[in-house]
């Protein structure tokens, strides 16, 4: 039986990863744009190795450079033996051209794993829209934490924000990033969307969870992804 998604809110995403590690099927995404619950699920998809195929690609929004729209559109072609067909019409947008080049010149794309190295920590956090005072505060916080003996992986210093491949490359070195950290860590931006995805990663690969500016918001038990947060940091016997 073929997976197909939409938005998942709602879902029992626990027997959802069930379904999604038995099948050796393309996934069918209908992607929602900037629908949080939707970014949660791709990540588990990214980290979990799946093919996917988008059930509404002629309706998304590619231009810019660097969106998740178009870094699924990659991702969906990556592993495609479809692409390109014959008479190149499935080559289309700029990127395609560029992921033409990488299979031509045979570039290999690893799988991420899942390999922890103790006392490592990847931190989660907004990169794009990050603000000064941001940035200075997981800067100081990540300095205490390597004083402590820690690794850490801080994405807007460690992870090569430059991707022809309109973002598929940094989910991956994050994801690798993530899979190799024995904990993952979380600045929190409710509207960063990206920390959506990585944390549907973090969620796939098991990683117990620290937030580390929970005094700067409120949790809205509303919305996906701050219940998500609230379940993966806190004791189960105190999740109502």
């Known amino acids: 039986m073929e997976l197909k998604y939409g938005d998942v809110y709602g879902f029992n995403i ?7 590690e038995n099948t050796k099927e393309k996934i069918g995404i209908k992607v929602i744009p900037d629908n949080k619950a939707q970014l949660f699920l791709m990540g588990i998809l990214f980290a979990a190795n799946k093919r996917i195929k988008l059930l509404n690609k002629k309706d998304l929004d590619m231009s810019g450079k660097k969106t998740f729209n178009i870094m699924f559109s990659i991702w969906e072609n990556v592993y495609n033996t479809n692409f390109p067909n014959r008479k190149r019409t499935n080559v289309v947008h700029w990127f395609d051209e560029i992921l033409l080049n990488e299979k031509k010149n045979k570039t290999v794309f690893k799988p991420i794993l899942n390999n922890e190295i103790d006392k490592k920590l990847f931190l989660i956090c907004p990169v794009k829209d990050a603000n000064k005072k941001q940035l200075e505060k997981m800067r100081k916080y990540l300095k205490q934490k390597r004083d402590e003996g820690y690794l850490t992986h801080f994405p807007h210093d460690d992870t ?13 070195e994050n994801g690798n990033a993530i899979g190799s950290s024995s904990e993952v860590h979380i600045y929190y931006d409710p ?48 999740i109502k």
């Open 14 to 20: 626990d027997e959802e990863i069930i379904k999604i």
């Open 160 to 172: 090569n924000q430059v991707d022809s491949l309109g973002g598929y490359n940094i989910c991956k």
């Open 191 to 238: 509207s960063s969307r990206g920390s959506a995805f990585d944390l549907g990663m973090a969620y796939y690969m098991k990683k117990s969870l620290h937030i580390i500016n929970e005094r700067e918001f409120v949790y809205n038990m509303s919305d996906y992804i701050d219940k998500k947060i609230y379940e993966m940091s806190k004791p189960k016997t105190l």
